[in-house]
C-alpha cells in the first residue's frame, strides 16, 4: 500500500477548490464477520461538476470514491470471496456536502482483501491489499510490505517564511475540513492491541486532516511533496511521525486481542 495515490487526491481536489473527506472503517466482530462502511462526501462545487459530466480529468478520476450502486457492486467482488454490498445510501447535508456511504458485509474476515477506498496506483493498477487473520480471539491485520522508494528528492528552491505563510493563509479556506480516515473497529470491545495509534476499541490505520497540517506551513509543505516521492506506508509514518494532523500505521502487522 502506497501513499501518494491518498495524497494526489487531496491534491485533486485542491485544484478543484472543493472540500473532500472520506472514511473506511472495518468493523470486526469475534465470529469472524465483518462490516465495511465507506462514506465519501463532496463539497458543492465538485459534487455539480461531477454530475454535470465535467473535471477536467479531476473530478472524473474521483468517481470511484462516490460509486453508484454498479460500482459498489463491482468494489465487492474486488473485496474479496463472501463480501456483498449490504446498503447503498445517498448522503446529503445542511452544509452542502453530499456523496454515498456503502457499507459491504464479509463474511469472513480471513478472506477479506482490503484497500481504503478502493486505492488504484499510478498507472490505474490495483494497490496491494491488507489482509487479516483471526485465532481465537486476536485479529492480525498484514499491511503489504512496500520496496523502499528509490525516486529521488527534488531539490526546490526555498520559499520565504513570509511568502509561504501568506499562500498558507490564502489556501487553507480551500481545504477546511478535508480529511481521509481509514479505521479498524471491535464493536465487542478490544482488550489489547500492539498498534501505533490505538483507542477505545479503534485502531487507526491512517488519518489525513489537511487543514490542521496547514497550521504549520513545513509541515503542509512536506506533506505535499510527499506526493511526488513513492513513499511505502512505513517510510510515511516515520516522516510524519508526531506531526499534529497525520496518523499513519508503520508496521506491517498489528493485533488486536478481541473481547
Known amino acids: 500500500m502506497k501513499i501518494p495515490n491518498l495524497l494526489l487526491l487531496a491534491a485533486v481536489s485542491f485544484i478543484l477548490t472543493s472540500c473532500l473527506e472520506v472514511k473506511s472503517v ?32 479531476g473530478a472524473d478520476s474521483m468517481k470511484d470514491l462516490v460509486p453508484d450502486k454498479a460500482k459498489a457492486e463491482e468494489r465487492a467482488k474486488q473485496l474479496g470471496e463472501g463480501v456483498t454490498v449490504k446498503s447503498h445510501e445517498d448522503v446529503k447535508l445542511p452544509d452542502g456536502r453530499g456523496g454515498v456511504k456503502v457499507t459491504y458485509a464479509v463474511a469472513d474476515i480471513r478472506k477479506l482483501k482490503y484497500t481504503p477506498f478502493g486505492a488504484k496506483s499510478k498507472e490505474g493498477k490495483e494497490e496491494k491489499p491488507a489482509t487479516f487473520a483471526l485465532d481465537g480471539s486476536t485479529l492480525t491485520m498484514t499491511l503489504p510490505v512496500d520496496k523502499k522508494s528509490d525516486k529521488p528528492k527534488s531539490e526546490k528552491p526555498a520559499v520565504p517564511k513570509e511568502q509561504m505563510m501568506a499562500q498558507m493563509a490564502m489556501m487553507k479556506p480551500m481545504f477546511a475540513g478535508m480529511r481521509m480516515t481509514a479505521e479498524i473497529k471491535a464493536p465487542g470491545g478490544v482488550a489489547s492491541s500492539d498498534a501505533t495509534h490505538f483507542a477505545g476499541d479503534t485502531m487507526t490505520v491512517l488519518d489525513m ?23 511505502s506506508m512505513a517510510e510515511a509514518a516515520d516522516k510524519f511521525k508526531g506531526v499534529e494532523g497525520i496518523k499513519i500505521e508503520g508496521k506491517g502487522t498489528v493485533k488486536m486481542e478481541l473481547k
Open 26 to 57: 472495518v468493523s470486526v466482530n469475534k465470529d469472524g464477520t465483518a462490516t465495511i462502511e465507506e462514506t465519501a462526501l463532496l463539497g458543492a462545487q465538485l459534487q455539480a461538476m461531477m454530475a454535470q459530466g465535467g473535471g477536467a480529468g
Open 209 to 231: 486532516q489537511i487543514d490542521k497540517l496547514m497550521d504549520k506551513p513545513e509541515n503542509f509543505m512536506g506533506f505535499m511533496e510527499s506526493a511526488e516521492q513513492n513513499l
